[in-house]
């Protein structure tokens, strides 16, 4: 039996971000995109938030890990927000991954609100640094 799974990220965990460190012992597969059934947030700025919808979902850009359960628990779950939670979810291609996603889809309010328009949580932190939405 495996003692890896495949992880979908879309926020801090990325390269570049500050939990990406978490997945320093995780190979990277790449960059890839989850199906189009989900909604997009931002949680004060600070982290991004998935929301499966049955319609007006979006394309959400992300990238892909190959994690043992070991790092999964100890490094990378510790860290996650409370507003998330460990779920399975659809890559355009039709596979699943591990993903954080919202634990309930969040109603819109000064520092929360849906970021689904923008290109992805890089881009929404680039508009915010540029101060265009």
Known sequence: MPDT???????????????????????????VRTAPEYRFFSFYNTFPGLASVSRGGWSVPGEIYEISYTEL?????????????????????????????????????DDVYEITAAGGWRDHLASLATGRP
């Open 5 to 31: 799974v495949t992880m979908f990220v879309n926020g801090q965990a990325m390269s570049g971000g500050e939990l990406n460190d978490a997945l320093a012992s995780a190979q990277f597969l790449g960059p």
């Open 73 to 109: 628990r100890e490094k990378l779950l510790p860290r996650e927000p409370a507003e998330l939670e460990l779920s399975v979810i659809r890559l355009e291609d039709g596979r699943g991954a591990l993903s954080m996603v919202c634990r309930e889809i969040p109603s819109d309010h």
